[in-house]
């Protein structure tokens, strides 16, 4: 059983911060390709950014400079810190594991094992 559990979201006003928290294991942090999506009501679920086993991260072009992916080994958590947050940016997010250690440049979600439950990230303009 892959456990992947999100916690962070919330309401806040164009302009401000949220940090989304995904809660893992150990075995899944440290081996594999990490992403964060998010679907808005209508849409499809897109990739945000994704995390390698090294730590190396991309971005979406439409978060790049205000999004940073992070992960802290020591408690099986990985973050998604996000800054200047926009209306657009309003939409279900949720973490997701592929089993493979690399993410390479395209990160087709039908490519992704394993998906938390989602936590809600609502911008008011």
């Known amino acids: 059983q892959v456990q992947l559990v999100e916690s962070g979201g919330g309401s806040v006003q164009a302009g401000g911060s949220l940090r989304l928290s995904c809660a893992t294991s150990a075995y899944t942090i440290s081996r594999y390709c990490m992403g964060w999506f998010r679907q808005a009501p209508g849409k499809e679920r897109e990739g945000v950014a994704v995390i390698e086993f090294t730590g190396m991260t991309r971005y979406a072009d439409s978060v790049k400079g205000r999004f940073t992916f992070s992960k802290d080994n020591a408690k099986n958590t990985l973050y998604l810190q996000m800054n200047s947050l926009k209306p657009d940016d309003t939409a279900m997010y949720y973490c997701?594991?592929?089993?493979?250690?690399?993410?390479?440049?395209?990160?087709?979600?039908?490519?992704?094992?394993?998906w938390g439950q989602g936590t809600q990230v609502t911008v008011s303009s």
């Open positions: 997701a594991r592929r089993n493979t250690w690399a993410c390479g440049d395209s990160w087709y979600k039908e490519t992704f094992n394993y």
